[in-house]
């Protein structure tokens, strides 16, 4: 069998070994764990062998056998071959050899459904924002491979033009499918259409119509898609709107469901710990939530913090509703109050009127262990924070919390008294390793990727405390210490020295020199200065930026090999604080961009964007490349002719997904419209195919009737977004 067909195969065989040990016939429950539970096939074993109908039984034979287990194909006996074999055929309904299974038996059955069992049409839906509960980015379907990938032809397409108070030109989320309908978030006011996932017709649309609510609110756009619930008598789409209102939704009409909340409607502003002495209530949603052991698990989000109009805010209380019908289970307060552990981190009462410490990014959890992960935000406000001394538990951290009581089981601060808005941006991953190690990885805007054992939230790696410069700032407080991992190593630039400053020739060398004079350089947590400081700077040059390092688009994990792929990109900001009189915080972020030469060229060296490929059983970079080719405006620059250039890279959020044979990615919205199949192994691109515009949410695969389709937002910023759907012809 060819590297192609073997790859073609591994869904089938993962499923064929995963039920077959799962009877007895593996050697010890290690192998199943090992080859089979960390896959999390989301594959319903009667549809899948749909495709073999009529086919002779003994080419499945030769397919388990050719391809299973994973990672060791062919190093079972044959009589556990023939076995798993009829194992697949009895656990899908199919019929199966009379007496004893060879060759010869399997040879003369064709895969015929038993008498009174009915076949599925073949679906593999996409239930989650990242594919599953783990925020994987995984999928086990391989018809579309790097050998056909660019055959790959547009299916469908749809345009958000029509939806929202005014076009929409960039939409950052990830569609779900269920059930043949492909379901989004689209516009300002994040209506929620339901389209046809096999001809991109639109079956119905809801829109909120939240009137002054959400006129004043903190974020009006798509937001990053939708949850479903699978329940009891059908299912229920679950969406938070801008004003900050939770409403389930029929999947087959769009009609908000009675049995829900109040009508199908939960207000959310409705408990939530508010500041005194503000009018305003800022408070929404940028991410769906997650739906995991019935339970409905809810975020916030506020407005960007960088010019706060005061100290205190809304707190960014995480919260749980019965997926059936809507009630408040439990509240785990980001911020603790004065009875509650973590309170004693912030100093001088700060605990009282803080606010933010949201969990704005998508989340994750591990149903077996019923626990939920939690990546917090920074407190008010991003750039300084005199008003609320101390590390400030539990914002920029990692929160297990128990989904069934919202009770804390562990947690780990990833940036103490954080003034440099490292959020963290993404679902946390959770991955089980070909080790048998259970972890969740959090990827972060500072480029670490942080690695936790998921049960007990012990660090895999050592994670060690290590100085960090002060800030000379008046009234702030820093942090003497910040925790760096040992392991894996960073997977982008970290801080800006006179090293890192561009040198393609020796005259670029000299004006990158000039452009960073009047600013302060320094390694990873060189804090914020004023826009005016004694001795003449005018700010802090920071790397990576407050956007990443990594952000919302996350990464992907490839659970037959262990290997996390992370897209990530350089850029340069410039942290100045000035005093605003409308504010009652002492010092918010001053204007302006950092420098640029000839307003094309980063003053730092490429790659300006980067993918990256990490062992999370080693912990070491297996490879990292460019995410894209050398921007044509730097190639025509004048002061660069003649020059060799790298292929440089784009500072852009890259969108990733991983199959069985490949690594898709896109270039994201700054990007070319261009989508790439990369080998997994090397990082080679094997294969590329135009798109009609710029990838701006991560990719998404399905199958329906036998045929797998490629999913996925795009734009170029001067129309509307749309959904392009690319199948083989």
Known sequence: MTRAGRLRALALGAIAACASIAQGWAQSPATFQSHCARCHIPVEMKARLGNWLGRPASELHQRIRGTMPADSPGSLTDAQYLEATAQVLSLAGMNTPEGEVTTATLARIPVTPREGTAVKTPEVPWTDINGNLASQRFTALDQIRPDNFSKLKVAWSWSTAPFGPSPEFRNVSSPLMVDGTLYVTVGATRDVAAIDARTGQLLWLWRSREGERFDKAPRKNSGRGLAYWRGDKGGRIITVTPGYYMVALNPATGEPDPDFGAAGWVDLRVGMRLPEGRADVDVGSSSPPLVMNDVIVVGTAQAVSYRPPSRANVKGDVRGFDARTGKLLWTFHTIPTASEPGVETWLDGSAEFSGNGSVWAPISGDPQLGLVYLPTESATGDRYGGDRPGANLYTSSLVAVDVRTGQRRWHYQLVHHDIWDYDNPSAPILADLPNGRKVVVQLTKQSFAYVFDRATGKPVWPIVERKVPKSDVPGEWTSPTQPFPTKPAPYDRQGIVE?????????????????????????????????????????????????????????????????????????????????????????????????????????????????????????????????ADTPEAVRRLPALQGVTLPRTGIPTKSGLLVTPSMLVAGEGWTGNPVLRAHDKGTGAILAELPLPASQSGPPMTYELDGRQYLTMFVGDGKGAAQIVSLTLP
């Open 499 to 627: 090293s890192d400053l561009v040198d393609f020739t020796p005259e670029i060398a000299r004006l990158a020199r000039e452009a960073v004079a009047k600013y302060r350089l320094g390694p990873l947590f060189t804090p914020p200065s004023l826009a005016q400081a004694a001795d003449g700077t005018i700010g802090t040059l920071n790397v990576p930026s407050s956007q990443g390092g990594s952000n919302f688009e996350g990464g992907a994990f490839d659970p037959s090999t262990g290997v996390l792929y992370v897209p990530s990109r350089t850029f340069v900001e410039v942290l100045s604080l000035e005093h605003d009189p409308k504010s009652s915080v002492r010092w918010v972020q001053s204007f302006g961009r950092a420098p640029r030469l000839f307003d094309e060229l980063q003053v730092v060296k490429p790659p300006w964007g980067r993918i990256t490929a990490i062992d999370l059983v080693t912990g070491e970079h297996r490879w990292q490349i460019a995410n």
